[in-house]
């Protein structure tokens, strides 16, 4: 799991998010809380997870999305008044942040995240997350639905 979540392109993630939700909405980190937790992250991680037969993990994804948000502030240097469009290599540096800690605070973490770890079949997860569909479709459809709702 950690190598297929450590291979997930985070540059085209960057630009896709650019081009989706940047030309009309100017979210900040702040945001997370409000607009982008519920407009954006809860919907695609709810449809991903019935997706991947683990609908029972839903609580547990948006908990680790919600603990992302919390680590990019502690140990990438993000702030709640950081511009989410203003300047792609600082929101691309913030990505491939949260990507290259992300591991390491799941298994410092893990009391928290071990149903996600001990997920059966574990496969599924990879399977979908390493998955061309994800990054050619499914995320840019959830990236759009938010930018015409903002």
């Known amino acids: 799991m950690k190598d297929t979540a450590e291979n997930i392109d985070t540059d085209r993630v960057t630009k896709m998010w650019m081009e989706a939700a940047c030309k009309r909405c100017q979210p900040k980190l702040s ?27 839903s609580p547990h994804y948006i908990a680790l999305l919600d603990s992302f948000v919390e680590m990019a502030k502690d140990e990438c240097g993000a702030t709640d008044s950081m511009d989410l469009c203003q300047d792609p290599s600082q929101v691309k540096s913030l990505v491939k942040c949260i990507q290259g800690q992300g591991w390491s605070f799941v298994l410092r973490n893990a009391p928290t995240f071990l149903p996600i770890l001990l997920a059966n079949p ?29």
């Not at 409000?34 to 609908?55: H, I, K, N, Y």
């Not at 569909?133 to 938010?146: E, F, G, Q, T, V």
């Open 31 to 57: 945001d997370y809380g409000s607009v982008l937790r519920d407009s954006l992250f809860v919907p695609f991680v709810e449809a991903a997870s019935q997706s991947m037969g683990t609908s029972e993990l």
């Open 122 to 150: 574990c496969g599924k997860q990879m399977d979908y997350l390493s998955s061309p569909d994800l990054l050619d479709s499914i995320l840019p459809a959830y990236m759009k639905r938010y930018a015409e709702s903002c």
